[in-house]
C-alpha cells in the first residue's frame, strides 16, 4: 500500500514538473509593417513630383504657344501692303502670306496644286479668326469684257468655297470679278496670260 502511494506521488509529481517545464505560448499582437509604411510614403512623394513635373511643363508649353502666337502677329503684321488700287472696300492691304491660285485656260476649278495653297491659306486665317479677306477674280485678255467679268467671278467663288470647305467662315469672305481689266503681267503671250487667271486674296479688316 505504501508502495503504491509513493509510485502515485511520484507520478503526480513528475507529470508536475513536466508541465512546469513546458514554456507557455505567448501571443504576439502584430504592429502595422514599418516597410509599408514607408513605400506608401515614398509612392505619394513620386506621384507629387511627377504631378508637379507636368503641371510646369503645361505651363512652359502655353508660355511658348503664346510667344509663338506674338511672333506669328508680328510677322504677319509686317507682311501688310496697303494696295495701291483701293478696292470698293476703301483701304485694302496685301499680305505676301497669303498667295495667289491660278487656273486652266477658260477654266474655274481648283487644281490640285493650287488646292495646296488654299490649304496654306485658309491655316493662316484660322490663327487671325478678325481678318476678313475679298478674293479677287482675273482672266487673261482673251475673250469679251462680258465673258471675262463672269469667268472671273467664278474663279473667286471656286476658291470661296474651298476656303469655307476648309474650315473657314463664309462671312469672312468675300469676292469680286475684275475679268481681264487688271492684269498682273501685261505682256501678250502664254507666259503673261498663265500669270493673269488668278484668284488673288486681299485683306478688307484686320
Known sequence: MVKKSLGLFILILSIGLIMMGCPKKTVVKEEPSVAK?????RLEAERAEKEAKEAKERELAKIREE????????????SLVAKKTPGIE??????????????DFDKYDIRPGDAEILKENAALLSKFPKIKIQ???????RGTVEYN????????NSAK??????????????TISY????????GHNEEAWAKNRRGHPIILSK
Open 37 to 41: 509604411s514607408e513605400e506608401a510614403r
Open 67 to 78: 510667344e509663338a502666337k506674338k511672333a506669328q502677329e508680328k510677322e504677319f503684321e509686317r
Open 90 to 103: 476703301g483701304e485694302v492691304f496685301e499680305s505676301s502670306l497669303l498667295k495667289d491660285i491660278h487656273f
Open 135 to 141: 478674293v479677287e477674280g482675273h482672266c487673261d485678255e
Open 149 to 156: 467679268l463672269a469667268l472671273g467671278e467664278r474663279r473667286a
Open 161 to 174: 468655297r474651298h476656303l469655307i470647305s476648309l474650315g473657314i467662315a463664309a462671312d469672312r469672305i468675300s
Open 179 to 186: 475679268g481681264k481689266e487688271r492684269p498682273l503681267d501685261p
